[in-house]
C-alpha cells in the first residue's frame, strides 16, 4: 500500500505518511494540496491524482436550493428536552413559527397550536413545491425508514406556544443546529424525531457494497439538511467524537447514530478466529475516519427489540433469573407466571 505525504502551500505544513482510507480523507478535506509518494517525479495536485478522483469528487458541497428560489431559512424556533431515559422535547414557537415532526411523535400542544397533515417532509410548506416535489420527498421518506407523511404545527394564535414531541423508545435526544454541522447531517434509518420547518429529509447512499451490506444501516442511510434545528432520537446514552484528519474509531454496526458529511464511514473485518466466533460482536466493525463529528448510542434499538424477542415465552425465553428458585412453581406463587 502507498504511503502519501501532504503539503499545504498555504500554511507550509506537511503530513504523512498517510495510507489507504487515512489518505483518501485527507485528500478529501484538503483537495487543494499537493501531495507525494514513492514513484512521483516531484509534488503533485491532490486533485489531478487519479487515486483521489472519488475522495475530491466527494467534497462537501452546499445543500441544494429550494424550488422556485425559496429561501432554505428554516423557523428559529426555542426548546427544552426534559427527562432522563424517556426524554421528550418541548418546543416553544412565536405566532406563524411552525415545527415539523414525525407521524405519531406528538405528545401534546397548546390550543393555539393548529395541526396539519402533509405529503413529503414539509420542507416545501410556503414555497409552492409542485406535486412532483412533494412525491419525490415523501418517496425519499419511506426509503429513509419514515412515514408517508409529515405532521406539521403551526402556531397560529397570540404570544408564546408550546408543542412536544416524545421519543419512541428509551434514549436521548439530540438536539442539533444544522448550520453548526455545515447544513448537513448524516444519520440512521429512522432516527428523526422534530425538526424546526424548513429542515429537509433526504437520502443518503452507502457507495461501499460491503458497507452498505454489514454497516448496520444498509445502503441507505437519512441525510438531514438545512440550518436550523432538528431533533434526532438515538437509544441509550449518546457520545459524542470529534475526530482529526485520519483519525479512525471502529464501532459496533449498530451504534452509529449520526456523523458530519466529512466522516468516512467504512467496515472492516474482525481479526481473529477466536473473536471472530466468540466476541459476540458479529464478522464486521464500523470504522469511522475524520475529520469531522460522530455520535454514538449505547443502545441500538436492534440490540433492544432482540433481547426482548429472547426473553418473550413464545421464543422459548424464560425469566427464571429474575423469580423463584423454585421455577415455575415460584412464579405461581408470586404471581410472575405465563397462562
Not at 98 to 117: N, R
Request: hydrophobic share 40%; aromatic share 8%; net charge negative.
Amino acid at each position: 500500500m502507498s504511503q502519501w505525504y501532504f503539503h499545504n502551500t498555504a500554511t507550509n505544513q506537511r503530513t504523512g505518511p498517510l495510507e489507504g482510507d487515512a489518505a483518501q480523507t485527507w485528500a478529501r478535506s484538503h483537495p487543494g494540496d499537493l501531495c507525494w509518494r514513492e514513484g512521483l517525479s516531484g509534488w503533485q495536485a491532490v486533485k489531478s491524482m487519479p487515486e483521489f478522483a472519488d475522495a475530491t469528487d466527494t467534497t462537501v458541497t452546499p445543500p441544494p436550493p429550494l424550488p422556485n428560489g425559496a429561501s432554505r431559512r428554516s423557523d428559529d424556533i426555542d426548546y427544552r428536552i426534559v427527562g432522563n431515559d424517556m426524554q421528550f422535547v418541548e418546543v416553544e414557537l412565536d405566532p406563524g413559527e411552525s415545527a415539523i415532526a414525525e407521524a405519531g411523535a406528538l405528545m401534546y400542544k397548546d390550543a393555539a397550536v393548529q395541526m396539519d397533515t402533509l405529503f413529503g417532509d414539509g420542507s416545501h410548506t410556503g414555497s409552492g413545491g409542485g406535486f412532483m416535489d412533494k412525491l419525490l420527498s415523501a418517496g425519499k421518506r419511506v426509503i429513509t425508514g419514515e412515514s408517508l407523511f409529515t405532521t406539521v404545527f403551526t402556531h397560529a394564535g397570540q404570544g408564546k406556544a408550546k408543542v412536544a414531541f416524545a421519543a419512541p423508545y428509551p434514549g436521548t435526544v439530540l438536539a442539533m443546529k444544522l448550520d453548526e454541522h455545515g447544513g448537513r447531517l448524516i444519520c440512521q434509518k429512522d432516527s428523526f424525531l422534530a425538526g424546526a420547518r424548513g429542515v429537509s429529509l433526504g437520502i443518503f447512499f452507502q457507495r461501499k457494497i460491503l458497507t452498505g451490506l454489514f454497516g448496520g444501516e444498509g445502503f441507505i442511510m437519512q441525510k438531514i439538511e438545512g440550518d436550523g434545528w432538528v431533533f434526532v432520537h438515538a437509544g441509550g446514552t449518546v457520545v459524542e467524537r470529534e475526530l482529526q484528519a485520519g483519525e479512525r474509531i471502529d464501532v459496533d454496526t449498530g451504534c452509529v447514530v449520526a456523523f458530519h458529511s466529512t466522516v468516512n464511514m467504512d467496515v472492516r473485518p474482525v481479526s481473529g478466529i477466536k473473536s471472530l466466533f466468540f466476541g459476540g460482536e458479529g464478522v464486521f466493525l464500523a470504522t469511522l475516519t475524520g475529520p469531522g463529528k460522530v455520535w454514538l448510542q449505547s443502545l441500538p434499538f436492534s440490540r433492544l427489540a432482540g433481547r426482548m424477542l429472547q426473553a418473550a415465552p413464545q421464543a422459548g425465553g424464560s425469566n427464571r433469573g429474575e423469580g423463584s428458585v423454585l421455577g415455575g412453581l415460584g412464579r405461581i406463587l408470586d404471581g410472575d407466571n405465563g397462562f
